[in-house]
């Protein structure tokens, strides 16, 4: 009687010892799939980025003297990265969203050590309505998930998101975003100009924010023809000479395109939206607004966002714009950003991929599946069934 008692109680001892191991197992896997998936893939897939390299003019500097080397800027330009707000947000795709951009923007910053970050409008999702209250929390998070350090400056253009649309947007929005995001229009770094455009405001129908939007462009154009010439001609006065570059725009609306029908790669329009034909000053700036900034700033590269999708489009005169897509999986199964080397007379531009949601996902469930056959085949539900097969099979042989 008392060995049995010994005997079942050592079998209970045992029982408990492998399923105590099994939940350490268990336990270890998960812990392991989730460092992998929230942390881990964003290190291995953005590690595979590098700054594009600009290419050596020909018979640069003089015989024996080899011509010194311009100044580099490194910049990062991501778009559309649409924070939720307290209308539309549901608190887990908040959740979900704003770790994903967080992680890919710190892992981002950390390994490529970019020297400026542009954000190329819609911020905020809900900007264009959001209460002073709402405001200030969605402005909280957006400086928890795109925080950077000192020496890395964060510029941004407003979007319609932001600020609404032309029939929406006041000057109290836009005071509110330029509260937060530097107002500066012109800014110039290592000898390259930046020209951040307030696209929603170039409606063109003469309001009184679209008409001080377009005065103030046009004082920069003033300004950068003033630049260019050798000696300042009559009418520059004693202003600071800008470089003598010519700038990039930055801005949220595409110029003028009918559709994204030339657009490709595999983060372009999907085919049945390529052809679906643009509104102007809803899709994209409208033609006569477009031809007035190409010939105003003259500028030598454009990049805007609004589409999510990517695409490269030559203006005239060779001016290449990119729209860059959306840096959200909120948008995109595939976001990605824009990484620029820049120097005053040159740029080369690269494109960094972001994890995709769709492969994250099916590592989830490829790992609960696993879990789920590890848990089972201790307690024999998944060996009966292989065992029957077995023995169905060896009859099927034997006839």
Known sequence: MASSQLGARGQCLRLLKTRGFLLLKLSA?????????????????????????????????????????????RAMFLADTHLLGAVRGHWLDKLRRE????????????????????????????????????????VGRFWKVFRHPPHVQLRAVAGNHDIGFHYQMDTYRIKRFEKVFNPERLFSWKGINFVMVNSVALEGDGCDICSRAEAELLEISHWLNCSREEHSPRGCGDRQRLPASAPILLQHFPLYRRNDANCSGEDAAPPDE??????????????????????????????????????????RAGVLEVS???????????????MGSITPMDYALAKCYLPCEDMVLTTYCVAAGCLMLITLIPTGLVSAPFHFGQRVLRKFKTM
């Open 324 to 338: 860059v897509p959306s840096f959200s999986w909120r948008n995109r199964n595939n976001p990605s950003f824009i």
């Open 99 to 138: 770790w994903q951009m967080e992680r890919a923007f710190q892992t981002a910053v950390w390994l490529l050590q970019p020297e400026v970050v542009f954000i190329l409008g819609d911020i905020f999702d809900e900007g264009k309505w959001s209460s002073p209250e709402a405001w200030a929390d969605d």
């Open 274 to 315: 390529k052809y679906t034909p643009f509104k102007e000053r809803y899709d994209v700036l409208s033609w006569e607004v477009s031809r007035k900034l190409l010939w105003w700033l003259r500028p030598r590269l454009i990049l805007s966002g609004h589409t999510h999708s990517a695409c490269e489009v030559q203006h």
């Open 29 to 73: 896997a998960i812990l392991a799939v989730l460092l992998f998936c929230e942390f881990l893939i964003y290190y291995l897939v953005i590690f595979r980025c590098s700054w594009p390299e600009l290419k050596t003019p020909e018979g640069a500097g003089t015989l024996g003297a080899p011509k010194a080397p311009e100044p580099v800027l």
